[in-house]
């Protein structure tokens, strides 16, 4: 790498901390998620703006190989972060009522998003691989932004909280799988063969590394616990790329299967969650290089217009039946179905897959994560339409069942 580009780089990665830093800090205040005026951010690096003369003067092509391979450790941690926070005990516990709304959260938006994937296809690349991964990209749910949210808003021992993260947490399971077999079905980068390696690597990833995590991380201490996960995520991450699958989802993997003791989950969210959050910044301006809404005309809006209505409507309808159908009432129904459409970074991540692999045209993919801004920030607004009167925090364990009784108080989420 040559001098000047150290140079722009250096310069480039301090602006990327700052300017992240107050936008994130102006979204708490405005009461949305963090991660949006982070997204944001990056939109506002992008082509959006000037036509990409920020972009161009402050990240020459020189320095953007290395933003990428930053922006990919980034979101390989984040992955690994969403694996480890999937509580798999919280599933079992409503049974029926989970799995009667984590239906309701995938197969409508779903449908609903293949039938727009129809109807955009001819203007869009098309293709069986096109409608699949539009209607992933509508079922998903961002878990790590739900549960801050439930935590925040002190829902965590309601009915409703619980039900969000158990419904998002097989949700998302069954979204990323869905991905995975629409990037088998698209190939395995010339060697389809490699595909076969995927039961052992599962197999392997189920019985072996467990055990060999609980060792490991049971004798290690401080730095030494994040250089162990560390190598974990990049060992796991680059056996996925390799057999033709993405590296999302090794890391995704490797958090997953960690063993779950208290104490370790606990140092391990605080330890990669803050090498995560350092280089997440980097991803959103990485993915704002492709993020153009200049040129958006007539036709472009009426695009975005239905794709938001088949993203919130799929979302809050298919969830509201499922929850009425458990006996939820009106208020905590919808209250539930205003969490579960919360997309956030999730989506992000999705999209930009789908942007590299063929799937998504630069114009597509900028609606696409408008939609996801738009959506995180109106969970909000949506929430408080539900707010009880004179709602004051649950205390522990005095939920009602089938009540919404949390208050809707500051979202401050990095996630």
């Not at 869009?124 to 539009?134: D, I, K, S």
């Not at 990037?183 to 010339?190: D, E, I, P, Q, T």
């Not at 063993?259 to 301006?285: H, I, K, N, S, T």
Request: with cysteine; charged share 15%.
């Amino acid at each position: 790498m040559k001098s000047e580009d150290v140079v722009s780089l250096l310069f480039g990665l301090a602006l990327i901390f700052v300017v992240s830093q107050l936008l994130g800090a102006l979204a708490r205040r405005l009461d949305v998620p963090a991660v949006i005026g982070e997204i944001v951010a990056g939109i506002l690096i992008g082509p959006t703006f000037f036509h990409g003369w920020v972009a161009d003067t402050l990240f020459p092509d020189g320095i953007r190989p290395m933003l990428s391979a930053l922006a990919n450790l980034g979101v390989a941690l984040f992955m690994f972060l969403v694996g480890l926070e999937l509580d798999r005990r919280v599933i079992g516990r409503e049974g029926r009522a989970v799995v009667s709304v984590s239906i309701g959260s995938v197969v409508v938006p779903f449908g609903l998003g293949a039938l727009l994937a129809l109807w955009l296809s001819g203007g869009h690349p098309g293709g069986t691989g096109f409608v699949l991964f539009m209607g992933t990209a509508m079922a998903v749910t961002a878990f790590p932004v739900l549960a801050r949210i439930i935590a925040d808003r002190n829902l965590g021992r309601t009915r409703v909280g619980g039900l969000a993260l158990a419904s998002a947490a097989v949700g998302d399971v069954v979204a990323w799988t869905l991905l995975a077999v629409i990037l088998a079905w698209r190939g395995a980068g010339g060697h389809p063969w490699l595909l076969a390696l995927a039961l052992p690597y599962l197999a392997l990833m189920a019985t072996v590394v467990p055990r060999l995590m609980t060792r490991l991380l049971a004798r290690a201490r401080g730095a030494s616990r994040l250089a162990i996960v560390v190598v974990g995520v990049l060992v796991s991450g680059g056996v996925t790329e390799w057999i033709g699958l993405h590296f999302i989802f090794g890391a995704f993997l490797f958090g997953l299967i960690m063993p779950r003791q208290e104490e370790l989950r606990r140092d391990l969210d605080v330890r990669v969650g803050q090498l995560a959050m350092l280089l997440l910044p980097v991803y959103f301006v990485v993915a704002g290089f492709k993020v153009d809404l200049s040129g958006l005309d007539a036709s472009g809006l009426l695009e975005l217009a239905l794709i938001l209505l088949v993203a919130m409507g799929g979302k809050l309808a298919g969830v509201y039946g499922a929850a009425r159908l458990v006996r939820l009432d009106r208020r905590s129904s919808f209250a539930l179905a205003t969490l579960m459409n919360t997309r956030g970074l999730t989506e992000l991540v999705l999209l930009t897959i789908g942007l590299q692999v063929g799937l998504l045209d630069g114009r597509l993919y900028s609606l696409m994560v408008a939609m996801a801004v738009i959506t995180t920030v109106a969970c909000g607004p949506l929430l408080k339409l539900v707010e009880p009167a004179k709602a004051g925090r649950p205390r522990p364990g005095r939920a009602a069942p089938g009540r919404w009784s949390g208050s809707t108080g500051d979202i401050d989420s990095r996630l």
